[in-house]
């Protein structure tokens, strides 16, 4: 690998550590200010707003200067939403802070995905993204470690003893803390080398750039390798947002787990993603993508198995292998959709065009699922439901993918004849 390669890696993993140890800290800061346990859901959602909202420009953004320059704005706009949370006082506004750091993850996002497809040739791409998921699921498990350390009553009431006058209360102690590991990311992103890469748009108008990005979505969606993959990783990232909060309160409900010790289960399910990661990166190539579909299948299926868990270490058995199932089947999609994209559109808008669609799959489920929680669903009707919602669909893009198969074969085959003819 590149020496850059390890220096992106490097800086990705203190700014996802941080954007997982901030949501753990920011559910916290909600039950002390009595929010309704619907609001708790709502963090994500407004955090992954701005990558749906700002799709259109964020590719471009992504594209018009050196990315690790693009990443260092994107972890100082973090920066500022953590200031802005530690200064609020109401659940609302709290959540319009936790927004802002959204919008550095947003402008963040094409940038750490496209470098790779900037500084290695096509045939890295999977072990490369296989890195970069097994260490960005290293930085979820420590991270939400970390998060549910820094609202553990005994490393809470030290942080607070020790830190200056202006900090009184646990969770902004946290808060803090989480700032300094955004810090560490910017300072990072400034050793980030130049690809050399031609970086000058040749429009910044908004309304090219909104048909622009409207044309990429388009050809992404139209193409029959593209589609299938930005399928599969759209519902990945919508299921595996809606999953962490369900993790959360199936561990209350069926371990009798509070939300730090919740919290830890969260990482388990990440140390399970980063095994799949790592064994999808040794053994599927980017010609062999595909084959992994059927296990997106499977993970809905073992998800139900949650619902007849009361034991801890059975909870964590089952947990891991949800996540080595995920993991397995996300990365080669993912390095497919980037190989494709980068074809079709280059590499921040390819990116662009799939933060849009992965995470307006992320709105929609959590929305589904915070309108459970209002309704007071079970949480074991939601398990249910949510992991026949996954196998059935995974069962249609599967066949999905078989039709375009047929297709192309046929295709193939008359072009084949038209030749002898």
Same mark, same amino acid.
């Given at each position: 690998?590149?020496?850059?390669?390890?220096?992106?890696?490097?800086?990705?993993?203190?700014?996802?550590?941080?954007?997982?140890?901030?949501?753990?800290?920011?559910?916290?800061?909600?039950?002390?200010?009595?929010?309704?346990?619907?609001?708790?859901?709502?963090?994500?959602?407004?955090?992954?707003?701005?990558?749906?909202?700002?799709? *259109?420009?964020?590719?471009?953004?992504?594209?018009?200067?050196?990315?690790?320059?693009?990443?260092? &704005?994107?972890?100082?706009?973090?920066?500022?939403?953590?200031?802005?949370?530690?200064?609020?006082?109401?659940?609302?506004?709290?959540?319009?802070?936790? @927004?802002?750091?959204?919008?550095?993850?947003?402008?963040?996002? *094409?940038?750490?995905?496209?470098?790779?497809?900037?500084?290695?040739?096509?045939?890295?791409?999977?072990?490369?993204?296989?890195?970069?998921?097994?260490?960005?699921?290293?930085?979820?498990?420590?991270?939400?470690? &970390?998060?549910?350390?820094?609202?553990?009553?005994?490393?809470?009431?030290?942080?607070?003893?020790?830190?200056?006058?202006?900090?009184?209360?646990?969770?902004?102690?946290?808060?803090?803390?989480?700032?300094?590991?955004?810090?560490?990311?910017?300072?990072?992103?400034?050793?980030?080398?130049?690809?050399?890469?031609?970086?000058? $748009?040749?429009?910044?108008? %908004?309304?090219?750039?909104?048909? =622009?990005?409207?044309?990429?979505?388009?050809?992404?969606?139209?193409?029959?390798?593209?589609?299938?993959? $930005? /399928?599969?990783?759209?519902?990945?990232?919508?299921?595996?947002?809606?999953?962490?909060?369900?993790?959360?309160?199936?561990?209350?409900?069926?371990?009798?787990?509070?939300?730090?010790?919740?919290?830890?289960?969260? @990482?388990?399910?990440?140390?399970? &993603?980063?095994?799949?990661?790592?064994?999808?990166?040794?053994?599927?190539?980017?010609?062999?993508?595909?084959?992994?579909? %059927?296990?997106?299948?499977?993970?809905?299926?073992?998800? &139900?198995?949650?619902?007849?868990?009361?034991?801890?270490?059975?909870?964590?058995?089952?947990?891991?292998?949800?996540?080595?199932?995920?993991?397995?089947?996300?990365? *080669?999609?993912?390095? $497919?959709?980037?190989?494709?994209?980068?074809?079709?559109?280059?590499?921040?808008?390819?990116? /662009?065009?799939?933060?849009?669609?992965?995470?307006? @799959?992320?709105?929609?489920?959590?929305?589904?699922?915070?309108?459970?929680?209002?309704? =007071?669903?079970?949480?074991?009707?939601?398990?249910?439901?949510?992991?026949?919602?996954?196998?059935?669909?995974?069962?249609?893009?599967?066949?999905?993918?078989?039709?375009?198969?047929?297709?192309? =074969?046929? $295709?193939?085959?008359?072009?084949?004849?038209?030749?002898?003819?």
């Amino acid at each position: 690998m590149e020496r850059g390669f390890y220096t992106i890696m490097a800086a990705q993993f203190f700014s996802s550590l941080a954007d997982n140890a901030l949501l753990v800290v920011a559910i916290a800061f909600l039950i002390d200010l009595h929010a309704p346990t619907y609001l708790t859901p709502m963090l994500k959602f407004v955090f992954v707003l701005f990558y749906v909202v700002l799709a *259109p420009v964020v590719g471009a953004f992504a594209d018009s200067m050196p990315k690790g320059k693009v990443m260092f &704005i994107s972890n100082s706009i973090k920066i500022i939403g953590c200031l802005l949370l530690f200064l609020t006082a109401h659940q609302y506004t709290a959540l319009a802070a936790y @927004g802002v750091v959204g919008l550095g993850a947003a402008a963040y996002s *094409p940038a750490k995905y496209g470098i790779l497809t900037e500084l290695l040739p096509p045939g890295k791409l999977v072990v490369a993204n296989g890195w970069m998921e097994s260490l960005t699921v290293a930085s979820i498990v420590i991270g939400t470690v &970390i998060g549910g350390l820094l609202i553990t009553p005994v490393i809470t009431s030290t942080l607070v003893d020790l830190s200056p006058a202006l900090i009184d209360t646990p969770t902004a102690a946290g808060i803090m803390v989480v700032a300094l590991f955004y810090t560490t990311a910017a300072i990072i992103n400034l050793f980030i080398p130049n690809t050399g890469i031609d970086h000058r $748009l040749l429009k910044k108008n %908004p309304v090219f750039l909104f048909h =622009d990005f409207s044309h990429c979505v388009k050809l992404l969606w139209t193409d029959r390798l593209g589609q299938i993959s $930005l /399928a599969v990783t759209t519902l990945f990232w919508g299921a595996g947002a809606t999953l962490q909060f369900i993790v959360l309160e199936w561990a209350e409900t069926a371990l009798g787990y509070a939300l730090n010790q919740a919290a830890l289960l969260q @990482g388990v399910v990440a140390i399970g &993603i980063a095994s799949g990661a790592v064994l999808a990166a040794k053994m599927i190539s980017l010609r062999r993508s595909v084959t992994v579909l %059927p296990l997106g299948i499977a993970m809905g299926m073992v998800v &139900i198995l949650m619902i007849l868990v009361k034991d801890l270490w059975i909870a964590v058995i089952l947990l891991v292998i949800i996540g080595a199932l995920a993991g397995f089947f996300v990365v *080669p999609m993912n390095a $497919l959709l980037q190989h494709r994209g980068y074809i079709l559109m280059g590499a921040g808008h390819s990116i /662009a065009v799939q933060n849009f669609n992965e995470n307006l @799959g992320i709105l929609v489920m959590l929305s589904v699922y915070a309108f459970l929680i209002w309704l =007071d669903v079970n949480i074991y009707a939601v398990i249910a439901l949510f992991g026949l919602f996954v196998s059935t669909t995974m069962v249609l893009v599967r066949q999905w993918h078989i039709n375009n198969q047929r297709k192309q =074969d046929s $295709l193939h085959l008359i072009g084949t004849r038209n030749r002898q003819i």
